[in-house]
């Protein structure tokens, strides 16, 4: 019996190394996902700020050409 103790302890003492294992990566995996996330909505805002630029330039080009032909058609 004393033998299985100290097997069981060691057995313990590998699962709790592997689990403290994946509880870092884990960890690890969040922060990457959490960068990504933030990255993503970057993105995003710089995409809707493009697309502001892009109308205001189009606007812009389209008020210049209808001034420089006079408001003629």
């Known amino acids: 019996m004393g ?3 100290v ?3 060691s057995d ?3 699962l709790k190394a592997r689990m403290d ?3 870092g990566r884990f960890d690890r995996l969040e922060e990457t996902l959490s960068k990504i996330l933030e990255r993503v ?3 995003r805002g710089g995409l809707a700020m493009l697309i502001a630029i892009g109308s ?3 606007t ?3 008020a ?3 001034w420089l032909h006079g408001g003629k058609s």
């Open 60 to 62: 812009l080009a389209g």
């Open 21 to 23: 294992a994946v509880d």
């Open 3 to 5: 033998a299985s103790i």
């Open 12 to 14: 313990i003492a590998v």
């Open 7 to 9: 097997t069981d302890a």
């Open 64 to 66: 210049v050409v209808l």
């Open 41 to 43: 909505t970057l993105a």
């Open 56 to 58: 205001m330039c189009a």
